[in-house]
Each structure stands twice: as C-alpha cells, then as structure tokens.
C-alpha cells in the first residue's frame, strides 16, 4: 500500500514550513558534552516535547539521573517517551532518535554560525549544527505526523516515540531505561519493530538501508605532572613534560596506514573471504565518494573492497584531540602541567563471526598503554579512563521490517536501495534489539557527505523533503506487509 498522493503533494507544499521548524530547532545548541550547555540540550527537550505534543502525540519526560562531567555532577537531560495510536489491530512501530549534537564553534572552520541554519539557495544545502545528525530526521518524523494530524487521518501502524538527549555522549541513562520499559506492562511492550533515522547513505546518489553498526569504546588519557604550568626557558629540559609523554603515547596507537598497534586487538577479525569481499564490490561506492565527501584526495587506498570494509566491518583507531594544551593563536611558551589525549576505537562487526566487544578490547588497550608509558622511564603519571562504549549490531535485513523500507525507497527514489553496515555506533540499537526481541531497521535520510561532526554539516533540501515522504511512506508499506499477521 503506496503513502496517498495527497500526503507526497502535502510534503511538497509545506516544504518552507519545515525547513523553519528545522531551523528552530538548529537554533538551540544541545550539546550534550559540553557541561555549560547541558541547559540548552533540556531546552532542546522540551521543545521537541512541546512539538509533539502539538501534533497528537502522548508524552512524558522521563528523569534519567545525574551525571559527573568537567568534574560537575549534572541532571541528565531528559528522555522523550510518546504514543500515538493503540489499535490492537495495526503494528507498533517504535521511532528513535536523539536531540542532542557535537559541539561546534565558528572558529572550528565553519563558513557560517553552525546555530543558524542557513539555506543555500544555489545547491540545496540546509547547512547548521543537527541539520542532519539529528534533528533534520527526527522533524521527517514530524513532517509526517502533522499531515495526519492536520487532515484528521489516522496512521496506518500505531506509533511509540523514543527521543533522548545524550546519544553524542553515550546515551547515560538510556539503557537502564529501555531494559525497564520493555518488561511487561511497560512502555514498551509490545512494540512489533523499530525503526531509527540516524545515519547516511554511502554517496550522494543511492539510498540505503543499514543493517549492521560497529561499536565503540572511548578513551581519555592523561599525564600529570608539575603543579602548574611551567615557563619552557626556565623548566625546559629540566622535567618530564607531559606533552612530550602523551604525544609520544598517542603515536603509538595506529599508524599512519591506519594499523591498530595495541596488540591483539587486529588479530580478533576474521580475514574476508572472497564470498564476503564480493558483497561490497557489488555496493555503489568508489574512492571518489569518500574523497569528495572527505573534501581532499586522500583516501587509504583505491581498492574499493578494502575502503568500505575499512569503513563497515573491520575496527579503526582515530585520535580525536588533546586537551589543557595551548590552542591559542600567538606564541606562548608554556609546558602544560597536564594534558589529555582522546581516541576511540570502532569494533568489528560482522553478521556470521563473534564481535568485537568493549569488555574484550579494553584490557588490551589499557594493558598496552601501560607497558607503553612504562618505556618512558618519566616521573610523570598517566591516568586512564573509559569514557563509554558499545557493542556492534547486526539485523535479519530479509525481515518484513526491511522488506517494507525496500518498497517504501523504491517507491520514493525510483530505485533500490543498497543493503549496508555502517562505520558509526548508535549503541541503543542492540539495547532496543535485545531487551524488545524485535527487528530493528536503519533508515538514513542524509547523505554520504552531510559532514555529520564536522565542519560545514549540512542536510540536502531534497533530502530534507524526500525523505520526509520515504518515512511516511515506510509505514505505509509496512502496515501493508502486515495486514494478516
């Protein structure tokens, strides 16, 4: 059962409308890292609360406890719980998404405010903060719901809302939250499957549907060492400088092949067979689609194969920043007295091999960074923390949950979508698999370069709108699929 024509026209007419509302919402900066800005990100929650509230949706806030972040104990924001429609006869659809972003500044090398949503007239581009991680999917969802809210329509599959606030962060919280609601009598029992907006396409020119995600653990060292920042002229080549331990630390983490060096933690993939190898050749990608989406030619190597098992299946160590040194412009000089280096690792995730897991990676790497510092022969001390994690996750894409997304994308796109496991974590995935024993389906709206945690993050007008309708459209096909069962 195709979405009505009516609905496709009704997207296409609202079409300002929305791109308003996605520009309110890219105007509240709810970073959830970031401890002076935890005001916004539960800002960021009631305002999405108040909009669906508007559009029929039962809601309630849900207190997910506290938090210590900069060394401040902090109520996590709230999680968003809804309802819409209780017919025993219609399927349950539970939508998640997060309200939460990464923290941006102007001063990164964004070309405008990442809080003001700019509309570029030329290409399309809905560039901010959130345009398409995630805000710009969760108001598709909204999009949808204010057609039928507006026409007096019914949906044709009843609909559970799941919406937090700390997805950038780990999702604090959220877990215990699910596991709690999925018993019986709870919120979420009985929710037939789920469906979640919160990745991309491979490229530019093909939409996907993802079935697989690795996972993370998330690593935060640090090197102490004088009791205050000490001048270079008078200190140099006098003390341990915890800069030069952890920038000697860092770079023995992951080569510039990008190599893993913590031993052990390579040697738990499986090698791809050929049989595997010939499922991504058949995918359409090509190193000129990481490159453009990267900005720069400087992708690993030109083998197709080896990039997307780089960027789907096999783990990856990145460093992700120091922090407490100087960062300033000028010339100051200072030997920091403490400093933090930031890396994580993406964990193996294949459908037919035992993954990768946090419990198994982290002692190797907290192992490795020991015996690592202890080479150094410094008086300085290394700290080691976990920030968070999570494990891979793999769906049956043959489920009537896909199958209806299938239908939905071809009807939407003209074309099929490509069937694909994704680089990226969204840890509440398996959570949502596991404590509901449903199928759980990755529905991207963006595409392959809307430079989501970077600079200049953008969301396509097209696929702002189009995807809009291939969300209304999905529980169209899925009501359809399902009308006997």
């Given at each position: 059962m195709a979405a009505p024509a009516e609905f496709l026209q009704y997207i296409d007419a609202n079409a300002d409308a929305f791109?308003?509302?996605l520009a309110d919402a890219v105007a509240i900066p709810s970073i959830?890292?970031?401890?002076k800005r935890r005001g916004d990100v539960v800002r960021m929650a009631h305002w999405l609360n108040d909009q669906l509230k508007a559009l029929g949706v039962d809601t309630k806030l849900v207190d997910l406890g506290k938090q210590v972040l900069d060394g401040q104990e902090l109520d996590l924001p709230p999680a968003i719980l809804g309802t819409l429609g209780q017919d025993p006869a219609k399927k349950t659809v539970l939508i998640y998404g997060h309200f939460d972003v990464q923290p941006a500044n102007k001063s990164d090398g964004w070309n405008t405010d990442p809080f003001t949503l700019v509309v570029n007239k030329e290409n399309g581009q809905l560039i901010g903060r959130g345009s398409s991680d995630d805000k710009g999917p969760i108001l598709g969802w909204l999009n949808v719901l204010q057609y039928h809210h507006e026409k007096g329509i019914p949906l044709p599959v009843n609909l559970k809302f799941c919406f937090e606030g700390m997805e950038e962060s780990g999702s604090e919280g959220l877990d215990e939250l699910v596991q709690n609601e999925a018993k019986p009598g709870g919120y979420f029992h009985g929710v037939d499957c789920a469906c979640i907006s919160d990745n991309y396409w491979l490229n530019t020119r093909t939409p996907v549907l993802t079935y697989g995600l690795r996972g993370l653990t998330y690593f935060k060292v640090t090197v102490s060492g004088p009791a205050r920042d000490l001048h270079s002229g008078v200190f140099g080549r006098t003390v341990h400088e915890p800069m030069t331990d952890l920038?000697?630390?860092l770079g023995r983490l992951v080569d510039t092949q990008g190599n893993i060096l913590v031993p052990g933690v390579e040697e738990m993939v499986a090698p791809a067979d050929e049989q595997e190898k010939a499922i991504y050749q058949k995918l359409d990608y090509s190193t000129t689609d990481i490159e453009e989406a990267a900005g720069n030619t400087i992708a690993l190597?030109?083998?197709?194969?080896d990039l997307?098992?780089?960027?789907?299946?096999?783990?990856?160590?990145?460093?992700?920043g120091i922090e407490g040194a100087f960062s300033e412009p000028g010339a100051k000089t200072v030997i920091p007295a403490k400093v933090s280096g930031k890396f994580s690792i993406r964990i193996f995730c294949i459908d037919w091999y035992p993954p990768q897991t946090p419990e198994a990676v982290d002692p190797l790497v907290i192992a490795y960074l020991k015996s690592e510092y202890a080479k150094l022969n410094s008086k300085n001390t290394l700290t080691i923390e976990n920030l968070h994690g999570g494990k891979p996750w793999v769906?049956?894409?043959t489920?009537?949950?896909?199958?209806a997304?299938?239908?939905?994308?071809?009807?939407?796109?003209?074309?099929?979508?490509?069937?694909?496991?994704?680089?990226?974590?969204?840890?509440?995935?398996?959570?949502?698999?596991?404590?509901?024993?449903?199928?759980?389906?990755?529905?991207?709206m963006g595409r392959g370069d809307d430079g989501a945690h970077s600079t200049n993050e953008k969301l396509d007008r097209s696929n702002f709108i189009e995807g809009s309708k291939l969300l209304g459209s999905y529980l169209y096909e899925l009501a359809a699929l399902t009308k006997n069962q």
């Open positions: 791109i308003q509302r959830s890292g970031d401890a920038v000697h630390l190597t030109s083998d197709k194969v997307l098992m780089g960027r789907m299946r096999n783990p990856s160590l990145s460093l992700h769906a049956d894409h489920h009537w949950n896909f199958e997304a299938k239908k939905a994308t071809k009807a939407v796109y003209k074309q099929d979508p490509d069937l694909t496991r994704e680089g990226g974590s969204i840890p509440v995935t398996l959570t949502f698999a596991e404590s509901l024993g449903v199928n759980v389906l990755l529905l991207p």
